[in-house]
């Protein structure tokens, strides 16, 4: 079994929380813009018919079946490939988690285009210098403060204890990113989330992960991503 992921290339993004998963657990796929190009990306969403995925990433079964939505991908991955929970209720918190983890990438986004999407930073630095004030000193605290309290529940690394889901790879990618984005923001709030921590070393530790992040396949933080790291926005 093998998947066609569709996600802008040269970007972690959001496309990279769909690819910890599925190299944490060993899951066939193929990065397919990375691969063929851009415009092998654009070509594939306008031949799509019917209800099609809004945007990037989104994954397409060998059947045919085109799935959109980050946290629609791995949660139905999750179930697919036993990385989920069986257990009704805990699926279904899982999936409130994950988004949760959506609402604060959104959030992060937010901090350096606060106005519009559609114009560059520097045409909006002073309104994105007000926000992330805001979210640095009110938004990631209210967060991590959150997902620690849910790394709480069970006895172990992770949020379902000792098994990991798709939540702690998403959480992983969060912590890293945050930290490139917002380095002096993170290194003073280190200390005080250590369930964040370990679930984000025990991630880093997993085979698939490890293996992952040492191939040329990862892709690096940038100022042309989610996560970007502008001294304006992380002072000391």
């Known amino acids: 079994m093998s998947y066609d992921l569709w996600y802008w290339p040269g970007i972690p993004g959001r496309g990279e929380f ?21 415009d092998a990306l ?4 306008e031949q799509r018919s ?4 809004y945007a990037p990433p989104y994954i397409v079964t060998e059947e045919g ?31 409130q988690l994950q988004l949760d983890i959506s609402d604060w990438v959104e959030e992060v986004h937010t901090t350096h285009h606060p106005i ?17 004030k805001d979210f640095r000193e009110n938004r990631i605290p209210k967060y991590a403060d959150h997902f620690e309290n849910a790394l709480s529940a069970n006895d172990g690394p992770f949020v379902r204890g000792a098994r990991w ?15 490139y984005a917002f380095p002096n923001r993170m290194a003073a709030l280190r200390e005080d989330y250590p369930r964040l921590k ?17 191939s040329d396949r990862a892709q690096a933080f940038s100022e042309d991503g989610i996560f970007r790291h502008y001294p304006e926005l992380d002072p000391e």
């Open 18 to 38: 769909v690819r910890l998963p599925l190299e944490a657990a060993g899951i066939a796929y193929r990065d397919r813009a990375m691969e063929d190009g851009i």
């Open 42 to 45: 654009t070509e594939d969403m």
């Open 50 to 53: 019917g209800i099609k995925p």
């Open 65 to 95: 079946l085109c799935i959109g939505q980050t946290a629609h991908i791995v949660s139905w991955l999750a179930d697919r490939h036993g990385f989920g929970s069986e257990n009704e209720l805990e699926a279904l918190q899982l999936i």
């Open 116 to 132: 519009a999407t559609s114009k560059y930073f520097d045409e909006q630095k002073d309104a994105a210098i007000a926000h992330a």
């Open 165 to 179: 889901s798709h939540v702690d790879t998403s959480l992983f990618q969060m912590m890293e990113g945050l930290e």
């Open 198 to 214: 370990a679930c984000r070393d025990a991630v880093s530790e997993l085979d698939g992960i490890a293996a992952y992040k040492r």
